[in-house]
């Protein structure tokens, strides 16, 4: 972050400190902050050297909010709010359920305030998107709030985009977008490897219609839909929908899905009954395309994955280790998984990088082919970079050094030219498919002795990763009792 940037997103951080005070957490503040900062730039694009047609209605724009003050700001503040989510296209997805969570007449001035002082305009869209994304990860960093959960480490997110390649005119997917860290890294790495060379159409369909995701929290939605607009991605209509992509086959497809859906067993699906409403915790869904009905989220999602994929699309999807192991419909999933597409490459991925602690995850790589009887998977490849890895949030965070090794190991140009390493073995089918329950929880390194208490991991860290194997066994005895309830 330039030291431009960064000044920026702690002046504004700054001010959260003092809306704490006023009841308002992080969360909530970086959603006002959405609001403002929106109708901000859409009065600068008004004004020279832009001189565009408003896209806020007149009475509800920036101008509106900043001739008040006292209760008539509160009140203008919340007409905004109400009238905007009313607005088709992109203005009903950014202020959809939007509402006033500053209490405090005086304080939601000098919110405006600070945000009248830039030119957003004059800013380019990586400043702006920098920015935003750090106050996303500021947020993020409150463990509190549980943003953490829609934010994937920039690091990973970036190794991942760096051996699947993403090129120009290839449609992308996440179906669980969360603040859409994805997005900007395929962008990105489109734009910094192809500019020069992309013609006014390629262009435009790098903005336009590249990228399409989907979030089940409307807040999340929000967050995505202005980080894709601070980065100069998307237009009038949003390429990020609200909604539950494990309901239905939407029949879109797509040549590259990348994406870290969401850990845990629980649903965030409320369900209405005679009594008020619900929430579903362990919700199935009845799917034609789906080898195996399960409650289990990763499980379904790898299996949505596996049908919105064009033939020859790829995908890298971040899952935990549940799924390598857990029985029943998750060993079918797998046998069909290796049969009918390539599963090339697993990452495990070291603990203490995500902000849920104790969570241990892995990124795996897989490639959709035609229909044929023989098996599409021939290897698969295992790096591993948990074993004797030790990281943290503050002290020692994962850096884009970290994944550098495998990024180079992965040849993506030719992954016939792979070679083992210490770090990095192939499996065969044939070993794959004759492992009990298809297990593939694979493990060569052994882990340093621990000589010494200190080196033990601290007790959070560890009672967190205890909760992890009990919730996981816990859902292992659920699927087995519904599968019994089902054959009864």
């Known amino acids: 972050m330039s030291n431009e940037s960064a000044t920026i997103v702690q002046k504004l951080w700054n001010f959260c400190n003092v809306l704490r005070d006023d009841g308002v957490s992080y969360g909530d503040y970086v959603e006002q902050l959405t609001y403002l900062l929106f109708l901000k730039l859409a009065d600068e694009q008004t004004k020279p050297p832009f001189n565009k047609p408003s896209t806020i209605p007149t009475g509800l724009d920036w101008e509106s909010l900043r001739n008040e003050s006292g209760d008539g700001l509160e009140k203008q503040y919340v007409k905004i709010l109400q009238e905007l989510s009313k607005v088709p296209g992109l203005l ?62 920039r690091p990973l997110i970036k190794a991942m985009v760096a051996v699947m390649r993403p090129e120009p005119m290839q449609t992308i997917c996440d179906p669980a977008c969360g603040t859409g860290g994805f997005f900007l890294a395929a962008h990105d790495y489109i734009s910094e490897n192809y500019s020069s060379r992309m013609d006014r159409e390629q262009k435009d369909f790098l903005r336009f219609n590249t990228f399409a995701g989907t979030d089940i929290v409307d807040n999340v939605v929000r967050l995505c839909v ?38 845990g067993n629980r649903s965030s699906i409320t369900i209405a009954t005679n009594g008020g409403k619900r929430s579903n915790t362990s919700l199935t869904y009845e799917r034609d395309d789906f080898w195996a009905t ?103 965070p994962l850096t884009d050094t970290d994944l550098q090794d495998f990024i180079t190991v992965y040849k993506p140009d030719n992954r016939d030219d792979r070679t083992e390493t210490e770090h990095f073995r192939a499996f065969s089918y044939e070993e794959l498919i004759e492992r009990e329950h298809v297990n593939l929880d694979i493990f060569w390194l052994k882990e340093d002795s621990v000589e010494d208490a200190a080196d033990l991991p601290t007790p959070d860290v560890l009672v967190s990763e205890i909760t992890e194997n009990l919730e996981s066994a816990l859902a292992q005895f659920q699927n087995i009792q519904a599968e019994l309830e089902g054959n009864d």
Do not use: C
């Open 92 to 153: 009903s997805v950014i202020f959809r359920k939007s509402q006033n969570r500053i209490q405090t007449p005086a304080n939601l001035q000098r919110l405006i305030h600070l945000i009248n002082d830039e030119n957003w305009s004059r800013m380019t869209a990586d400043i702006k998107g920098t920015i935003y994304e750090g106050l996303l990860q500021k947020n993020a960093e409150d463990t509190k709030s549980g943003a953490g959960q829609y934010f994937t480490p």
């Open 226 to 263: 202005m980080n894709l607009y601070l980065h100069g991605i998307g237009g009038t209509e949003s390429p990020i929908t609200t909604d539950d992509s494990l309901m239905s086959d939407t029949s879109d497809r797509y040549n590259m899905v990348l994406t870290n859906p969401p850990f």
């Open 294 to 396: 399960t409650s289990n989220k990763q499980f379904n999602f790898l299996q949505h994955i596996k049908t919105i994929l064009k033939t020859d699309g790829r995908a890298a999807v971040v899952l935990p280790d549940n799924v390598l192991f857990e029985r029943g419909a998750g060993e079918t999933i797998r046998q069909q998984l290796l049969k009918q597409f390539d599963v090339h490459t697993l990452l495990r991925l070291p603990t203490g990088i995500f902000y849920a602690q104790g969570v241990k995850a892995n990124v795996l790589f897989f490639d959709k082919r035609r229909a044929r009887e023989k098996p599409w998977t021939r290897k698969l490849w295992i790096y591993d970079l948990r074993t004797n890895k030790n990281f943290t949030l503050k002290t020692n």
